[in-house]
């Protein structure tokens, strides 16, 4: 059992390293420029090669990748291209909103789930219909339900207007209306 468990975690480590090397390498072969896309089009050129250098990308990329991921072991996740902001201060703001978005949605499919298998295993004629409408909705891709339940929810039925994320304690009502959709598409 140990060998197995030491295989397993050995295994572990190249394929993350190997993931690394992938999304590093998909991060700098992206068509465009992180810098020029970050500061905009009206920025001079004197400014942006001063901020490649300060983002290290005037290094060859084994160096940008070595000191990527030397970072990374010691927390400092980088920079977000898109808004020049430390990505750990991004992840800081997201993940307790994924953390509710995900806890409310677990707590709402074994409310719904629940009393689905109870109806199923007593009324047996119920199966056919569970089992199909389960089927279709597992095969059918995340992005594809949330764009069938904006359309349906805010076009057709005009029960919720589409808008932003709102935090709880800025706006209870406007937080639970905005949760309704994330949480039917997981």
């Known amino acids: 059992m140990l060998k197995f468990l030491v295989d397993r975690l050995m295994m572990m480590v190249f394929v993350l390293f190997g993931a690394s090397i992938l999304i590093f390498m998909l991060i ?3 068509p465009g420029d992180p810098v ?10 004197e400014l942006i090669e001063e901020m490649r250098t300060k983002l ?6 084994h160096i940008q990748y070595f ?6 072991f010691q927390g400092d996740l980088g920079i977000s291209f898109q808004t ?3 990505v750990t201060d991004r992840l800081g703001v997201a993940f307790p909103v994924s953390l509710e978005l995900v806890t409310i949605a677990l707590i709402f ?5 629940v009393p689905a298998g109870i109806l199923v295993t007593i009324y047996r004629k119920f ?3 569970f089992i199909f409408s389960s089927l279709v909705g597992l095969s059918m891709p995340q992005f594809w ?11 057709e039925l005009r029960w919720i207007e589409f808008g932003g994320f709102v935090f709880a304690w800025e706006d209870p009502a406007r937080h639970f209306k905005g949760m309704i959709l994330p949480v039917l598409t997981l």
């Open 28 to 30: 700098h072969f992206v």
């Open 36 to 45: 020029r896309g970050a500061l905009g089009v009206m920025v001079s050129n």
């Open 56 to 61: 290290g990308l005037e290094e060859p990329l």
């Open 67 to 72: 000191s990527w991921l030397g970072k990374i």
């Open 84 to 86: 020049l902001d430390p």
């Open 109 to 113: 499919a074994l409310i719904l789930s």
């Open 127 to 129: 199966d056919f219909a």
């Open 145 to 155: 339900v949330a764009i069938l339940l904006i359309i349906w929810f805010t076009n």
